[in-house]
Every structure is written in structure tokens, then in C-alpha cells.
């Protein structure tokens, strides 16, 4: 482990800090850290850099209430910058978007043909993004602008596609249906501030309370 003492901090006392969404690897700011910061951090596990502008310490979320839990703190090979991964608990950049750095300069395609490979992690991205900036002619956007209530009935609609469909024995459409059905889902988790975190960890409680359970019969 790498102290405090080896961080090299530059001329005016300050080291970057690149932020990383602990469960997206996304970028969510560049901010810098004194060692009276990086102290501060570590002792609350919560970001707190240095604000150049205003020349004080700046605890991320003290007034926005967007607090950025640290998970780990990693040095580079010559000490002299970090790279914080955090669970945010809501937008980095204080326009409102998830990250600072969300306007593309350039982006090379994958062998697919796709700029990006899909993951569960990189939709609820741009799902919240619809939401806290939104975007003209976008489904998401609307289904946030007209609430909860539209959010429900679409996640019943698309309920009962899936069961028709799986009725119907039709694969290929069940898995249309059921893919319909998740995004909705993920929709209606930003509406409620319900994170993928939260239903991992339901899902992995039920498989410690199965494990208890099968351990417990086979012991009788």
C-alpha cells in the first residue's frame, strides 16, 4: 500500500485525481487533491479535492448532496496522480450530467460495427442521462416527462407480452418481449432511484438464504 508521504505532489502542493464510476469504469472528473484532501477523503471515504477557482477544500456533495463514495484510491507509477473509484450518488458535473466528460471527440468502431459494446451498466448511464438532462425526440425522455403512472402501465404492457409470447412458445419473440420488458424496468429503477447495485445485493442475499437452507437439509 502507498502512503500519503509517497504521493508526489506538484509545485502548488496538488495532484490530479481522475474519478472513475466504481461500477461503469466511466470517467466522471478530473479534480485535484492537496494532502490535507486526500487525508480528508480517506478519513470519510468521500471525495474531497482542492478547488483551484476558489482556493479551499471542496468535499464533493456537501451542497448538491451528490456525494462520491470511495472504493479504492490507486497511485500511478510515479506517484504523482490518482485515480479514485467511487459510487456516486448522483451527477458528477455540476450541469447535471452523470459525467464531465460526456462530449465525444472521437470514437473508433469495434469489429461489429458498434462504437460501443453493450452492458447493463452503460443503458442505466443513458437512461439516467435522459432523465437529468433529457433529449428532444427521445422515447426515455418522454416516458420521464409523462411520470411514474406511464412508467407502471408500460412495465404491465410489456409484462404481458412476455407471457403471450411464452405462451406461444415463440422464442425469438420472448426474447424481443423480455428485452422490451427489462429496459422498461431499468426505466422505472432511475424513476425510483433504484440502482443495479441494490438488486444485485437483493439477489445475492436470496442466494446466501438458498445456500443456508440447502446446507440445513442436508445436514438433517
Not at 58 to 66: I, Q, R, Y
Not at 86 to 114: I, M, Q, R
Request: charged share 30%; aromatic share 8%.
Amino acid at each position: 500500500m502507498v502512503n500519503v508521504e509517497e504521493i508526489k505532489f506538484d509545485e502548488k502542493g496538488l495532484v490530479p485525481a481522475i474519478v472513475v464510476d466504481a461500477d461503469t469504469n466511466q470517467v466522471l472528473t478530473l479534480a485535484y487533491m492537496n494532502e490535507e484532501s486526500l487525508r480528508i477523503s480517506l478519513e470519510k471515504k468521500l471525495t474531497c479535492f482542492w478547488s483551484r477557482s476558489r482556493q479551499e477544500l471542496w468535499l464533493k456533495g456537501e451542497t448538491s448532496g451528490n456525494y462520491q463514495h470511495i472504493v479504492s484510491i490507486t497511485a500511478d507509477c510515479d506517484r504523482d496522480a490518482l485515480v479514485v473509484k467511487v459510487k456516486p450518488d448522483g451527477p458528477a458535473c455540476h450541469l447535471g450530467t452523470w459525467s464531465c466528460f460526456d462530449y465525444p471527440v472521437f470514437e473508433a468502431e469495434s469489429p461489429n460495427g458498434d462504437a460501443e459494446e453493450f452492458s447493463y451498466e452503460g443503458l442505466m448511464e443513458l437512461i439516467r442521462g435522459r432523465k437529468t438532462e433529457g433529449k428532444e425526440g427521445s422515447y426515455t425522455t418522454y416516458l420521464f416527462e409523462k411520470g411514474l403512472d406511464k412508467i407502471l402501465k408500460k412495465v404491465g404492457e410489456e409484462s404481458t407480452e412476455v407471457i403471450i409470447a411464452a405462451k406461444a412458445e415463440d422464442k425469438a419473440e420472448t426474447v424481443y418481449e423480455i428485452a422490451d420488458l427489462a429496459y422498461h424496468v431499468m426505466v422505472l429503477m432511475v424513476e425510483a432511484g433504484i440502482s443495479l447495485d441494490e438488486i444485485k445485493d437483493e439477489l445475492a442475499s436470496r442466494h446466501v438464504i438458498d445456500h443456508k437452507v440447502k446446507q440445513e437439509k442436508m445436514t438433517k
